[in-house]
Structure formats: structure tokens, C-alpha cells
């Protein structure tokens, strides 16, 4: 049974910082393309931040800068470093998982994260 488990939301004042964390179980997880997505009410979800199985990253326009994706193959888990955070951050912060070479794709079940004074 895969699993994604996020960790780390809540409410920050502007300027402040999180980190989002996203452990994995079910799945081999060094193979997998990680990222991170957000839904902000009234709004698609979008892609955050990714992180490929090799390490490679790639992010939002509106969050370069300010937030950084990570991996920790050894303990199955993705973070999300969240610095100088905006109100329009808010959201439910979702995790997911991607092996296209195999058709999987998993998600979590979100975490909110709420920026304001």
C-alpha cells in the first residue's frame, strides 16, 4: 500500500518560514520523480517544486528564490523549504509521487499552510 504522508503546515506570518516534509512508504522511492503542489481556493492545483530521481529540480516563478526541494533517499522523504512566505502561499500543500516508466502516480493528502498577519 503506497503511502504519502505530509508534515510541517500551518498558520506563519508574512516573512516567515516552514518546511514541509512528505514521508513515502509502498514504493522504491529513489526511482520516483518527487514534487509539490498547491490549491489555493478557488484555484487549479499547481506544480510548486519537482525533484527528479537524479536530484534534478525545477520551480514555480512565483516561488523561485524563496523555496527550496529536497531528498532524503535513505529516510524515503521530501522537503519543502518555505522562506519569506506571501499570503498568496496559502494553500493546501499536496505531495506526489511520479514513476512515468511505470504508470504511477500517488498523492497525499495535503497539508494547509496559511500566511498571514
Known amino acids: 500500500q503506497v503511502q504519502l504522508v505530509e508534515s510541517g503546515g500551518g498558520l506563519v506570518q508574512p516573512g516567515g518560514s516552514l518546511r514541509l516534509s512528505c514521508a513515502a512508504s509502498?514504493?522504491?522511492?529513489?526511482?520516483?520523480?518527487m514534487g509539490w503542489y498547491r490549491q489555493a481556493p478557488g484555484k487549479q492545483r499547481e506544480l510548486v517544486a519537482g525533484?527528479?530521481?537524479?536530484?534534478?529540480?525545477n520551480y514555480a516563478d512565483s516561488v523561485k528564490g524563496r523555496f527550496t526541494i529536497s531528498r532524503d533517499n535513505a529516510k524515503n522523504t521530501v522537503y519543502l523549504q518555505m522562506n519569506n512566505l506571501k499570503p498568496e502561499d496559502t494553500a493546501v500543500y499536496y505531495c506526489?509521487?511520479?514513476?512515468?516508466?511505470?504508470?504511477?502516480?500517488?498523492w497525499g493528502q495535503g497539508t494547509q499552510v496559511t500566511v498571514s498577519s
Open positions: 506526489n509521487a511520479r514513476a512515468a516508466f511505470m504508470g504511477a502516480d500517488y
Open positions: 525533484i527528479t530521481s537524479g536530484g534534478s529540480t
Open positions: 509502498g514504493i522504491i522511492f529513489r526511482l520516483y520523480a
